[in-house]
């Protein structure tokens, strides 16, 4: 699916002086969801799931702060807490740009923790949230921490030392799809992603666009994020959409879901086959399990 021109594009200032570009999309008429994306990746890499609701919704792309379209922001404020705020004043400004109407939040991993804190920290927002296969980590002595520590331990370490610069996006692509974690992500997905997150640079390259360090950072940071809310201490309806805990070799994330939607009593779905990138491996799925839990909630 190629990625549409934006119908309009805010730039909304944060309360650190962070500039966060947002852009619209879709059906101006239609019930307005926003939409983020994980550590590291950038939301137009995602097209091939949002992109299926562009008919019926309005839809508020955003990055980030240090992520995809978004100018560099101050690195000592790229945490989860700053996140969290952005993610609230991006709903904010959306509202007063394009008008007051129902909005529902989509939000994979990093950008589905910071929606979780604004909800809990804030205040709730939306008239519905999907929180799509968050890696969150539980206390000590819950029998998915370890797996979840290691995952996380291994992610830090990785994004620490990639690699960051390329000759042309058609490079990172390849680096994608031979990755265990990319090798299932539907046609056309790998460039797409790998355009969303690199910048030209002056020698005629490509590079990362969130910094490797930052990257690392976030990953580094869920270990001791301490998110494990029940589905009550939402005011409003939450699914909770992850990978498949059932496959051979599951992701720890996949599990780490399982045990949170049990233990906090979430409307729950894993989606058969797919990881913690489920949106990119599965992105029809994805968007059916959304549509459905929208409807059953009167979202319109």
Known sequence: MRLPEPLAIIDVATEDGAVIRVRRHGNPRGPRLIVSHGNGFAIDGYVAFWGRFLGDFEIVAFDARNHGRNEAADPPHHDYAHMARDLDQVRDAAEAEF?????????????AQAA???????GWRFDALVLLDPPNNPAEGH????AMVKYLDMLVAWAATRRDRFADPAELARDYAATRAGRNWAEGSHRQVAEAVLRPIGDGGWELRCPRALEASMYAQGITLDLWPPASAFAGPVKLIAGDPERER??????SNRALAREGGYDYLAVPGTGHLLQLEAPAACADAVR?????????
């Open 99 to 111: 008008g007051r109407k129902p909005t529902a939040g989509l939000f994979h991993s990093m950008s």
């Open 116 to 122: 979780m804190l604004a909800a809990l920290d804030i």
């Open 143 to 146: 029998p998915a921490r370890a």
């Open 250 to 255: 599951p992701d720890a994330t996949a599990l």
């Open 292 to 300: 459905a839990f929208l409807e059953e909630v009167g979202f319109k």
